[in-house]
């Protein structure tokens, strides 16, 4: 075998496993038990919001919910709802502690060089994203349907950019997915969707597992796309 040819294999393992390393991790993380040290989740109710803005190093949890509340994971008896606060119909999550925010209904989500931003709430027809650095998971919509009795499965159009290196990793319920990457960023998708529209420049990077039947894709010569 040409000595290129084992360089180009043993870059593309190099990828899929380190792929492979950083969404078990991130997966791992929506789960974990209290950080060692952590006493406890303290939860107070918060105004109505459909708009979330995640600030630098912060790392939020947002799950559906039929009420709107704020939990922040606290170190001993010290508790500092400080982190967050809400502005008309925007919720503002500063970094610090991990910070749960259950609610009905997101619509527009901006993430801020946070650390780890995870989101199950799909309650709208379009959802618009923008991230700039840090890692970005989307999970399922099934703790909405009625299984639980509340509300249905909705599947979305998702309008996402991912800037600045930003790590997005998307598994499960979309209708559309019209997304802009750049800056050595990556997206990751793990479902079937019914139609992509992507932009990708400056070393970007989209991987897509799963079907996708209407594609329109447009790339520099610096970028990528796994399918």
């Given at each position: 075998?040409?000595?290129?040819?084992?360089i180009?294999?043993?870059?593309?393992?190099?990828?899929?496993?380190?792929?492979?390393?950083?969404?078990?991790?991130?997966a791992?993380?929506?789960?974990?038990?209290?950080?060692?040290?952590?006493?406890?989740?303290?939860?107070?109710?918060?105004?109505?919001?459909?708009?979330?803005?995640?600030?630098?190093?912060?790392?939020?949890?947002?799950?559906?919910?039929?009420?709107?509340?704020?939990?922040?994971?606290?170190?001993?008896?010290?508790?500092?709802?400080?982190?967050?606060?809400t502005?008309?119909?925007?919720?503002?999550?500063?970094?610090?502690?991990?910070?749960?925010v259950?609610c009905?209904?997101?619509?527009?989500?901006?993430?801020?060089h946070?650390?780890?931003?995870?989101?199950?709430?799909?309650?709208?027809d379009?959802?618009?994203?923008?991230?700039?650095?840090?890692?970005?998971?989307?999970?399922?919509a099934?703790?909405?349907?009625?299984?639980?009795?509340?509300?249905?499965?909705?599947?979305?159009?998702?309008?996402?950019?991912a800037?600045?290196?930003?790590y997005?990793?998307?598994?499960?319920?979309?209708?559309?997915?019209?997304?802009?990457?750049?800056?050595?960023?990556?997206?990751?998708?793990?479902?079937?969707?019914?139609?992509?529209?992507?932009?990708?420049?400056?070393?970007?990077?989209?991987?897509l597992?799963?079907?996708?039947?209407?594609?329109?894709?447009?790339?520099?010569?610096?970028?990528?796309?796994?399918?």
């Amino acid at each position: 075998m040409k000595k290129s040819n084992i360089i180009l294999i043993a870059f593309a393992v190099f990828i899929v496993g380190s792929t492979l390393v950083l969404y078990i991790d991130g997966a791992k993380h929506k789960n974990d038990t209290p950080n060692k040290g952590f006493k406890e989740i303290t939860y107070q109710p918060a105004p109505a919001f459909s708009v979330i803005v995640t600030e630098k190093d912060a790392d939020v949890h947002i799950d559906f919910s039929d009420t709107v509340q704020i939990g922040v994971e606290f170190l001993g008896k010290k508790k500092d709802f400080s982190l967050f606060r809400t502005q008309g119909d925007t919720l503002f999550v500063k970094g610090g502690l991990r910070t749960f925010v259950k609610c009905p209904k997101l619509t527009t989500l901006i993430c801020r060089h946070s650390f780890w931003v995870g989101v199950s709430v799909y309650n709208a027809d379009t959802l618009r994203v923008s991230t700039a650095g840090g890692q970005l998971y989307f999970y399922t919509a099934d703790n909405i349907n009625e299984e639980n009795g509340v509300g249905k499965i909705v599947k979305p159009t998702l309008i996402l950019q991912a800037t600045d290196k930003a790590y997005v990793n998307l598994y499960k319920v979309l209708t559309k997915l019209q997304v802009h990457i750049a800056d050595s960023s990556s997206v990751y998708s793990r479902l079937n969707i019914q139609s992509v529209d992507a932009q990708l420049s400056k070393h970007s990077v989209l991987n897509l597992e799963n079907n996708a039947f209407n594609l329109n894709i447009q790339r520099d010569s610096t970028s990528t796309i796994n399918m």
